[in-house]
């Protein structure tokens, strides 16, 4: 069965880093697409960042130079968050394995909270 869980959220004041981890049980990242998300409160879960199986990696504009998504070993990713303002204060869910336009794992989220 497979279980990914995230770690490394947690309170930060803006202009902070932070360094989120995705391991995943019984799962392997390796030539599979994964991806970090985030969701804030009143807000749709939106794509921070992705890596498709041929490698390449998409960010979204409001964290292009700021986060950097990568794998580690075969099963943990990792997503380094440097600048942080309020406006990336969310719950931070990995996603593996797209599959018909759908991910077929999600983690069960990190909380990530910027203060001014």
């Known amino acids: 069965q497979v279980q990914l869980v995230e770690s490394g959220g947690g309170p930060v004041q803006a202009g902070g880093s932070l360094k989120l981890a995705c391991v995943g049980n019984g799962y392997t990242f390796n030539g599979r697409s994964m991806a970090w998300y985030r969701q804030a409160p009143g807000k749709e879960r939106e794509e921070v960042a992705r890596i498709n199986v041929a490698g390449d990696i998409t960010y979204a504009n409001s964290v292009m130079g700021r986060f950097t998504i990568y794998q580690g070993n075969s099963n943990t990713l990792y997503l380094q968050m440097n600048s942080l303002t309020i406006e990336d204060t969310a719950m931070y869910y990995c996603?593996?394995?797209?599959?018909?336009?759908?991910?077929?794992?999600w983690g069960q989220g990190t909380q990530v909270t910027v203060s001014s």
């Open positions: 996603a593996a394995y797209r599959k018909s336009n759908t991910w077929q794992y």
